[in-house]
């Protein structure tokens, strides 16, 4: 089974701030990788596919990178609405989430 | 506009057994593959099965593999996830989800069912 391992755990940061979230996997996953962000209480959403492309109506303030084993999501200037935890997710075999990052007002 | 609303939840002893339904609109269930995904209480997201559009692959998470079974009714715009020999651990909120190409990320998601499992 591949293993989705995200860092950190907790981010606290300020509206503005430049914000990145690392995702490892335990194996190659070529780009086969998505990121969510969810909001308590609700349904994750769908933010970036294919680890770079950017989902239907997600700001460009989000961008995701990397490949192989390593990616990135990045938030280039923090949003009050950006205040949620993140999960990265492959589907090159199955389907695995990471274990989430909440980023937190600092 | 593309819903997925979960039914089906609710408080079941262990050993019980639920059936989740999740009934699509505003596309065509029949194009699309879906998922079933979970979150226990405070943690993460753990996808749990997946049928492609014409009910011809499943797969399944080895944590349910054997006690669930996921379906599909396409002419009733319906999915399905039978739950059987229930565990305390398996208290969560279950989504249903719509898989964006055969195989990939997971693109609409229903609000969820809470099934909490408990004597």
């Known amino acids: 089974d591949i293993q989705m391992t995200q860092s950190p755990s907790t981010l606290s940061a300020s509206v503005g701030d430049r914000v990145t979230i690392t995702c490892r996997a335990s194996q190659s996953i070529s780009t086969w990788l998505a990121w969510y962000q969810q909001k308590p209480g609700k349904a994750p959403k769908l933010l970036i596919y294919k680890a770079s492309n950017l989902e239907s109506g997600v700001p460009s303030r989000f961008s995701g990178s990397g490949s192989g084993t390593e990616f990135t999501l990045t938030i280039s200037s923090l949003h009050p609405d950006d205040f949620a935890t993140y999960y990265c997710?492959?589907?090159?075999?199955?389907?695995?989430f990471g274990q989430g990052t909440k980023v937190e007002i600092k | 506009e593309v819903q997925l609303v979960e039914s089906g939840g609710g408080l079941i002893q262990p050993w019980g057994s639920l059936r989740l339904s999740c009934a699509a609109s505003?596309?065509?269930?029949?194009?699309?593959?879906m998922s079933w995904v979970r979150q226990a209480p405070g943690k993460g997201l753990e996808w749990l099965s997946y049928?492609?559009?014409?009910?011809?692959?499943?797969y399944y998470a080895d944590s349910v593999k054997g006690r669930f079974t996921i379906s599909r009714d396409n002419a009733q715009n319906s999915l399905f996830l039978q739950m059987t020999r229930l565990r305390a651990e398996d208290t969560a909120v279950y989504y249903c989800?719509?898989?964006?190409?055969?195989?990939?990320?997971?693109?609409?998601w229903g609000q969820g069912t809470l099934v909490t499992v408990s004597s």
């Open positions: 997710q492959q589907y090159n075999h199955y389907w695995t």
């Open positions: 049928i492609s559009s014409s009910s011809s692959t499943i």
């Open positions: 505003g596309f065509t269930l029949s194009d699309y593959s």
């Open positions: 989800a719509r898989v964006t190409t055969a195989a990939g990320p997971l693109d609409n």
